[in-house]
């Protein structure tokens, strides 16, 4: 490492060669945010110098073409892109993503402290910075049935890997705000390094309690209200754009030239399709960018604030001494990216990802999926209270992760509670699938105007038990039993047929196939899931928030109905 330093130096200092100039470029500055018309000279790893540097051993002119840091995710989950890490990498890495922060609490809640690990080895050697973010919330809460649980104890181990950067976002607000004495001594255990925050809808003393535990950041913010005083408050607020939840527009305006260094941009969940399709950071960077964001801003909060945050000390700026994590443009504002380097060495272009496909020297956790053996179209019946009575219904929001409760008069028939196409009130189910104890929570849900057939998933935040959505009980069976056979994944049935499936077998959230394979699965279910005549733009996404018992207000789990505002079970029946 000295010797690397040594020549590092040397070519700083015009001495030696570098290994690559690239000359001849507009160099974005995210510390004075001025455009420098000058050169680039890499060494190794490393820039070595931002200058008139010309004695290299290769010369590469960029014919006027900006140079910005590589881009940062500041918060995401990559098995909501149901790929592992190599396969991620290959979709995300030509978009100009060059490190990400993930917080691995999906595979987590099916595995425990193996999924972390397995997360961890399969990212080593690839051409993308994965930091970890380690789980805090394993099992988000008591209300559902997990995979697995991580410890105070689990968790300071992993905290002890040199690719952890942060405890990952605390969603048990309720149980930091008073006090609980497990949940403090995670936030202890994170506090070594920081600990990342999850609060929606939190405001005055409450909010003020949660931060006051060291809380450092958040991306739950859905108005310009609410992250206005978790700015004021000392948060930093992540803007979070991915597939399910948009913030973006409702927040930018409250984004100046004095305060953008409290704000990241981050996708927290986003799918494969939507990022072969439209980009990952850098379609963050791009929208905000049309909503009138200035470019070199929105470069600083979609790399060097997220690098700054972290600690991430050689990452997210175009200086000397940083690793060489570049992305190569010809225009700022379409932000259209010409070229990728990672650690000096070009690995995308032109929207081809260059490297040979990553060997994984860690196994595949597989076999994850155990549903119960008597499973049947009466599992799914809801036998109608003898005294009647109204029902608790979901009510789905589109692009948001929060729900509403509505108070329904249920359709009766032949003495049980039956979906209602005509008013939207279809029935829910989520089947515990990792410890085979039978339980299964139903529900009803409104706005998804299904008409026929039923969805079903094993990608359920955050415990990941199946999740199926149906108009009808043969169906919903159906679908439950073929992503049994497939062991997990999503499927799309309708009268009796399955119509489409994307099988998922890695944990029962990430396919082991190449990404292009993976998306035109995808594809394909898409294209069957629109002849059920819903018209919800990314259904399965939407779907998997449903059991979400950490964001209000209703949720179904496998125990039944939560009221997350009373972070508690409530029974159909009103």
Request: proline share 5%; charged share 20%.
């Amino acid at each position: 490492m000295v010797m690397d330093m040594a020549k590092l130096i040397a070519v700083a200092r015009g001495d030696e060669p570098a290994d690559v100039i690239l000359t001849n470029a507009r160099v974005v500055n995210v510390f004075t945010g001025e455009i420098d018309e000058t050169s680039v000279a890499i060494a190794g790893r490393y820039i070595a110098g931002v200058g008139p540097y010309d004695k290299a051993v290769k010369t590469i002119d960029l014919g006027g073409a900006f140079i910005a840091p590589g881009l940062i995710d500041a918060h995401m989950h990559m098995e909501s892109s149901m790929l592992p890490p190599s396969q991620f990498a290959r979709l995300a890495v030509p978009h100009g993503t060059t490190s990400v922060i993930i917080d691995p609490h999906e595979i987590a809640n099916v595995l425990g402290a193996d999924g972390v690990r397995y997360m961890i080895d399969a990212a080593r050697g690839l051409p993308l910075g994965v930091y970890i973010a380690v789980p805090s919330c394993v099992p988000a809460t008591n209300m559902e049935t997990a995979g697995a649980t991580l410890t105070a104890a689990d968790i300071e181990l992993l905290m002890r890997d040199e690719s952890v950067v942060s405890l990952g976002e605390m969603m048990n607000f309720p149980g930091v705000i008073f006090g609980v004495p497990d949940v403090l001594e995670k936030v202890a255990v994170g506090l070594v390094k920081r600990v990342d925050g999850h609060c929606p809808g939190l405001t005055g003393r409450q909010l003020q309690a949660y931060i006051a535990a060291g809380i450092s950041n958040d991306h739950e913010s859905t108005s310009l209200d609410e992250a206005r005083e978790k700015l004021r408050s000392g948060l930093k607020v992540f803007i979070r754009e991915g597939t399910a939840a948009k913030n973006l527009e409702a927040i930018l305006p409250l984004v100046t030239e004095a305060n953008k260094h409290r704000f990241c941009f981050c996708t927290d969940d986003r799918h494969a399709q939507d990022i072969m399709r439209e980009g990952h950071i850098d379609h963050v960077v791009r929208k905000a960018i049309s909503l009138g964001m200035p470019p070199v801003t929105a470069i600083q909060i979609g790399s060097h604030f997220p690098a700054m945050h972290f600690g991430l000390a050689r990452a997210g700026a175009v200086t000397a001494g940083y690793q060489a994590d570049l992305v190569i443009l010809d225009d700022l504002e379409l932000f259209g990216i010409k070229q990728v380097y990672h650690a000096g060495v070009l690995v995308a272009e032109d929207g081809r990802y260059l490297p040979n496909d990553h060997a994984e020297t860690t196994g595949k956790p597989k076999e994850t999926v155990r549903l119960p053996a008597d499973l049947s179209e009466r599992s799914f019946e809801i036998p109608a209270p003898p005294t009647g009575g109204k029902i608790r219904v979901i009510g789905m929001q589109l692009h948001q992760l929060t729900t509403t409760e509505r108070i329904e008069q249920p359709k009766v028939e032949a003495g049980l509670i039956v979906c209602n196409l005509d008013r939207d009130l279809l029935k829910l189910a989520v089947v515990e699938r990792h410890r085979g104890t039978g339980n299964i929570g139903l529900g009803f849900i409104h706005g998804f105007g299904l008409k026929r057939g039923a969805l079903a998933s094993t990608v359920g935040h955050d415990s990941h038990n199946l999740t199926i959505l149906g108009t009808n009980d043969r169906d919903m069976l159906i679908a439950a039993k073929a992503l049994g056979e497939s062991q997990g994944g999503q499927v799309v049935v309708c009268d009796g047929e399955v119509l489409a499936v994307l099988p998922l077998p890695i944990a029962g959230l990430m396919s082991d196939q190449p990404a292009e394979t993976l998306v035109a699965q995808q594809q394909a279910l898409y294209q069957a899931y629109d002849k059920l005549g819903s018209s919800v733009e990314d259904p399965f996404m939407t779907l998997s928030f449903m059991p979400l018992a950490v964001i209000p207000k209703l949720k179904l789990t496998d125990k039944g109905l939560v009221d997350v505002e009373k972070f508690d079970l409530v029974p159909l029946v009103v």
